[in-house]
Each structure stands twice: as structure tokens, then as C-alpha cells.
């Protein structure tokens, strides 16, 4: 039933920029808070930021001031604008409903950060 989409990975620079993109379905997506994670080779799944129904904001201390996550009810879509991109930011990212047990992941986009 829920399904999720990441897009708008790809190889960038130190100091550079990219925007991820999740599409979802299979949920009421505007009233669930929403999250990106992202997991690098040989690490756990961790957490990078939430948005609230109300469009309330947490970021991970590893990146916060440098991403921005948002959200696009009409389009059942989320975003995360990452700036000032470092390589320990290379990973995997996925997004996924937060604040509830997630049973499926979608396939994620991949970020790589390097010179």
C-alpha cells in the first residue's frame, strides 16, 4: 500500500548542492510527519530531518544549517534542498513516515560527495 519514491541523487562536489525528491502514496501524506534518512556503506540508517503535519522542522545536528527539508501537500511530495555538501554526507537517502513503524523502504537515491 504505501509506497515511496526517491529521486535527485547523483555525484556532486564538496561544497555543492542537490534536491531530493520523495514521492508518496498509499497514505493520508498531509497529515503524516515525514522524514529523511540516509545510510551509508557499512553504517546504520540514520536519521537526517522531520517535517510535521503543521510543517514544524528537526534536523540532525550533522547537517542542520545546511538542509532544508519541506513538503508539497498537493503533490504528496517531499523535499530536501541539501547545501554545502560535504563527502561525510555520501549515503543512501531515503524518506519514510516518522513517528510510526515503518515495515517498507523504498529503493532511495543515492548521494555521493566527492572531489
Known amino acids: 500500500q504505501v509506497q515511496l519514491v526517491e529521486s535527485g541523487g547523483g555525484l556532486v562536489q564538496p561544497g555543492g548542492s542537490l534536491r531530493l525528491s520523495c514521492a508518496a502514496s498509499?497514505?493520508?501524506?498531509?497529515?503524516?510527519?515525514m522524514a529523511w534518512y540516509r545510510q551509508a556503506p557499512g553504517k546504520q540508517r540514520e536519521w537526517v530531518s522531520v517535517i510535521t503535519s503543521g510543517g514544524s522542522t528537526n534536523y540532525a545536528d550533522s547537517v542542520k544549517g545546511r538542509f532544508t527539508i519541506s513538503r508539497d501537500n498537493a503533490k504528496n511530495t517531499l523535499y530536501l534542498q541539501m547545501n554545502s555538501l560535504k563527502p561525510e554526507d555520501t549515503a543512501v537517502y531515503y524518506c519514510?513516515?516518522?513517528?510510526?513503524?515503518?515495515?517498507?523502504w523504498g529503493q532511495g537515491t543515492q548521494v555521493t560527495v566527492s572531489s
Open positions: 498509499g497514505f493520508i501524506f498531509s497529515g503524516q510527519a
Open positions: 519514510n513516515r516518522a513517528y510510526t513503524d515503518n515495515a517498507y
